[in-house]
């Protein structure tokens, strides 16, 4: 069980150094804060047994980020991926609580997940079980750039993946900087918006294919900033492309919001020490 946790979001892109700066920052914003441990969830794959990065846009591979936060501080430093985080979060405060198989699936600006089978985290040998984004999607664009799922359906592909298929549709080009204009342009009724996402779902649908045979979920829980603003329109519509014959899993979009990652976080590290006898 956790006990008050406290969360709080980094800005984007902070590099190791300036995390143990800010870590500081907010030690001494806060006085008279006890704090027992400290989590922390990034967007890269962790080592399940050093919690070293080993892979990340952000953080070299090997980068021991909690060492020279524990050293200055003297607290405990869990780290671990931001997708496993959001299944420990929903396995903790959310609807996982009273599921032993779940998968919770991340749409942001990359894709990945945190998977719970028989109640128990699937990290695999160097923490990469989860990365649904590299499903491989059928690749009828015949293009390196587009060949798995993260490469057409996250929130920082999905424009270029946009683009790629007018172009190929012999449709107008659109100056579309974000995901978001896309689903501006459905919600306006734009007719090439309208068949796009039709696209979208079918690719999602076979994505989400893969993590049933993979995992067989009871449910799969949506969390990241391109589920969280247009769930509705995207589990409705890889639902109706998801084949009958398959077990189909229930489809939930978080309760917990965009601070999910956050929440596992502070479960991991609260509860880490608790079952080393440190508090």
């Known amino acids: 069980m956790v006990d008050n946790p406290i969360i709080h979001k980094t800005p984007k892109n902070l590099r190791a150094l300036d995390l143990t700066k800010y870590v500081g920052e907010y030690y001494k914003e806060h006085p008279g804060l006890k704090i027992d441990a400290i989590g922390i969830s990034i967007a890269g794959i962790v080592d399940p047994e050093t919690e070293n990065i080993n892979?990340?846009?952000?953080?070299?591979?090997?980068?021991?980020?909690?060492?020279?936060?524990?050293?200055?501080?003297?607290?405990?430093?869990?780290?671990?991926?931001?997708?496993?985080?959001?299944?420990?979060?929903?396995?903790?405060?959310?609807?996982?609580?009273?599921?032993?198989?779940?998968?919770?699936?991340?749409?942001?600006s990359g894709i990945g997940a945190g998977v719970t089978c028989n109640s128990e985290i699937v990290l695999g040998k160097n923490g990469f079980a989860g990365e649904v984004g590299y499903f491989s999607i059928d690749n009828f664009y015949k293009d390196q750039k587009?060949?798995?799922?993260?490469?057409?359906?996250?929130?920082?592909?999905?424009?270029?993946?946009?683009?790629?298929?007018?172009a190929m549709n012999n449709r107008k080009k659109k100056e579309l900087g974000f995901a978001k204009d896309i689903f501006d342009l459905y919600d306006k009724g734009d007719p090439d918006a309208l068949e796009f996402l039709e696209v979208l779902h079918m690719i999602n649908a076979s994505a989400i294919t893969n993590i049933i045979v993979t995992y067989d979920p009871e449910a799969i829980i949506f969390g990241g900033a391109v589920m969280l603003n247009n769930g509705k329109i995207l589990i409705e519509g890889l639902g109706k492309e998801l084949k009958d014959y398959l077990p189909r899993p229930k489809m939930y979009l978080t309760t917990l919001g965009d601070s999910i990652c956050l929440l596992g976080a502070a479960a991991y590290a609260i509860d880490s020490i608790k079952n080393t006898g440190s508090l």
């Open 146 to 166: 587009f060949n798995h799922w993260e490469s057409f359906a996250s929130g920082n592909n999905l424009p270029k993946f946009y683009d790629k298929w007018s």
């Open 55 to 108: 892979l990340s846009s952000i953080f070299a591979p090997g980068t021991d980020i909690g060492a020279s936060i524990a050293k200055k501080f003297g607290r405990e430093v869990f780290v671990l991926n931001d997708a496993v985080a959001g299944a420990l979060a929903e396995k903790t405060f959310g609807v996982g609580k009273k599921m032993n198989n779940f998968v919770y699936v991340t749409i942001s």
